[in-house]
C-alpha cells in the first residue's frame, strides 16, 4: 500500500511540473511585445548578438544550414521565422542556441522588434 501512494505522489509531482511548464510557454509565445520606439539595427544591434552566440557554428564551416556570418542569411531565416522560433524554443524545430542556455528575455525581444520593424 505504502509503495502505491509513493507512486501515485510521484506521478502527480511530474504532472503538476509538466502543466506548470507549459502553462509558462505558452505565456512567452503569446505574449505580445510593443516594438514602436525601438530603432534596432542589424549593424549595431542583432549582428554582435549572431556572432557571439551563433556563429561558432553557423560560419559556414559545418554543416548546420545558415552561414549566419553573412547579415543575407541571418535576414533569410529571420524572413522564413526559423530564427525566431529557434531561438523562442518554439515546437518543431531544434532549439537554439544548441547546447547552450535559451537566450535572455531581453535579448529575444530585440530581434523580435527588429524583425517586427522590418530588418533595418
Ligand atoms: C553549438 C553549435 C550551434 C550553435 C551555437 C547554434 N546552432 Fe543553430 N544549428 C546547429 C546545428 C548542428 C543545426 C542543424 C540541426 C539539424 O539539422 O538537425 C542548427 C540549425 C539551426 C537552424 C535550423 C533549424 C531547423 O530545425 O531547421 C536555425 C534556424 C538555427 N540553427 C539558428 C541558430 C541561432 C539563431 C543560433 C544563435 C542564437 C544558433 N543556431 C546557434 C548548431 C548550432
Request: net charge neutral; proline share 1%; hydrophobic share 35%.
Amino acid at each position: 500500500m505504502k509503495k502505491i501512494l509513493l507512486t501515485l505522489a510521484i506521478a502527480f509531482a511530474f504532472a503538476a511540473c509538466k502543466s506548470t511548464k507549459e502553462a509558462a510557454k505558452t505565456t512567452t509565445v503569446t505574449a505580445k511585445i510593443d516594438c514602436t520606439s525601438s530603432t534596432l539595427t542589424y549593424t549595431s544591434d542583432i549582428k554582435a548578438i549572431i556572432e557571439t552566440n551563433c556563429s561558432q557554428c553557423h560560419n559556414g564551416n559545418y554543416e548546420v544550414g545558415y552561414n549566419f556570418l553573412t547579415e543575407e542569411s541571418v535576414k533569410k531565416a529571420a524572413s522564413n521565422g526559423e530564427l525566431l522560433r529557434s531561438i523562442k524554443h518554439e515546437k518543431g524545430i531544434d532549439a537554439m542556441p544548441a547546447n547552450a542556455d535559451k537566450l535572455d528575455d531581453a535579448t529575444i525581444r530585440k530581434i523580435e522588434c527588429w524583425i517586427n520593424n522590418g530588418m533595418n
